[in-house]
Nanobody, 127 residues
């Protein structure tokens, strides 16, 4: 299994930016698709976005489209979530996770598709 560690969370003001990192141990990390999820207090965990290993295509929830981007550095075994124009409703614990690679028209957007998870990093956005 891949071990994942998120970092980069913190407390910011609305409109600010943060970049989260998901760093993995294990040489097979680059084979996996990587997704970012978040869970706010009292709410279910939801997909934020992710990146496919096969072609680097990214996908995002409607709530963050145009504000968040995902990129990966295979050399650094790291996937990044760049979050711009943050809103108070973005406040949550953010997790990264890995899933078997998808191709074509398929993207892993359900949390049960993901097999390894990080411990999460808190993001708090105040108005």
């Amino acid at each position: 299994q891949v071990q994942l560690v998120e970092s980069g969370g913190g407390s910011v003001q609305a409109g600010d930016s943060l970049r989260l990192s998901c760093t993995a141990s294990g040489r097979t990390f680059n084979w996996f698709d990587v997704g970012w999820f978040r869970q706010a207090p009292g709410k279910e965990r939801e997909i934020v976005g992710g990146i496919r290993s096969s072609d680097g295509k990214t996908y995002f929830a409607d709530s963050v489209k145009g504000r968040f981007t995902v990129s990966r550095s295979n050399a650094a075994n790291t996937v990044y979530l760049q979050m711009n124009s943050l809103k108070p409703e973005d406040t949550a614990v953010y997790y990264c996770a890995t899933a078997p690679p998808r191709t074509g028209i398929y993207y892993s957007i359900q949390d049960y598709e993901y097999t390894s998870w990080g411990q999460g990093t808190q993001v708090t956005v105040s108005s």
